[in-house]
C-alpha cells in the first residue's frame, strides 16, 4: 500500500485521535480511510442527480481567516447565477458560519460546494439539496 504523509493541525489530530479511539479503529490510517471512503461515496451519489435542484449550504470557516470571507465572496460572485442569497453569522467570536441558498442544475450546484470544499481554510461544508420538480408534472 503506497504510504503518504498529510498535514492535520494538533487540534485536530487530537479530535481523529479520540474518535479512533470511541469507534474503535485499529490506527489512523484506517479512519482516514474511512473518512476518504465517505466523502467518494458522496460525490459518486451526487452525480446521479440531476435535472433543477435547490440546495441550502452552510460553511464554517475560523473567524481569523479573513481571507476565507474573501474567497468565498469571489466564488460566490463567479456563481451569480445558482446563488440566490447569502449570509454570514458570527458564532461566537472564534467561527464564521456562511449560508448560501442555492438553485439550478444539480451539476452546477454541486461544482459549487466542491470548490468551497477544497477551499483552504474551511472546517465544515455542509448541504441539503432538494429536487425542484418539472413545471408540467
Ligand atoms: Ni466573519
Same mark, same amino acid.
Given at each position: 500500500?503506497?504510504?503518504?504523509?498529510?498535514?492535520? @493541525? @494538533?487540534? =485536530? =489530530?487530537? /479530535?481523529? *485521535?479520540?474518535?479512533?479511539? *470511541?469507534?474503535?479503529? @485499529?490506527?489512523?490510517?484506517?479512519?482516514?480511510?474511512?473518512?476518504?471512503? $465517505?466523502?467518494?461515496? &458522496?460525490? &459518486? =451519489?451526487?452525480?446521479?442527480?440531476?435535472?433543477?435542484?435547490?440546495?441550502?449550504?452552510t460553511?464554517?470557516?475560523? +473567524?481569523?481567516? +479573513?481571507?476565507? *470571507?474573501?474567497? =468565498?465572496?469571489?466564488?460566490?460572485?463567479?456563481? $451569480?447565477?445558482?446563488?440566490?442569497?447569502?449570509? +454570514?453569522? +458570527?458564532?461566537?467570536? &472564534?467561527?464564521?458560519?456562511?449560508?448560501?441558498?442555492?438553485?439550478?442544475?444539480?451539476? /452546477?450546484?454541486?461544482?459549487?460546494? @466542491?470548490?468551497?470544499?477544497?477551499?483552504?481554510?474551511?472546517?465544515?461544508?455542509k448541504? %441539503?439539496?432538494?429536487?425542484?420538480?418539472?413545471?408540467? %408534472?
Open positions: 500500500m503506497p504510504v503518504i504523509s498529510i498535514s492535520l @493541525s @494538533s487540534k =485536530l =489530530l487530537r /479530535k481523529l *485521535d479520540m474518535f479512533m479511539r *470511541d469507534k474503535g479503529y @485499529s490506527s489512523r490510517s484506517e479512519a482516514i480511510r474511512d473518512g476518504i471512503r $465517505d466523502l467518494l461515496a &458522496e460525490f &459518486e =451519489l451526487s452525480k446521479l442527480e440531476k435535472g433543477k435542484v435547490t440546495a441550502t449550504i460553511v464554517i470557516s475560523a +473567524h481569523e481567516r +479573513h481571507d476565507v *470571507d474573501q474567497r =468565498l465572496m469571489r466564488l460566490r460572485h463567479e456563481h $451569480d447565477e445558482i446563488v440566490s442569497a447569502d449570509m +454570514h453569522i +458570527h458564532l461566537g467570536r &472564534e467561527y464564521c458560519l456562511e449560508v448560501f441558498i442555492t438553485r439550478g442544475e444539480a451539476e /452546477k450546484v454541486l461544482g459549487f460546494i @466542491s470548490k468551497i470544499r477544497a477551499m483552504r481554510g474551511i472546517q465544515q461544508v448541504y %441539503t439539496m432538494v429536487p425542484l420538480l418539472d413545471e408540467n %408534472t
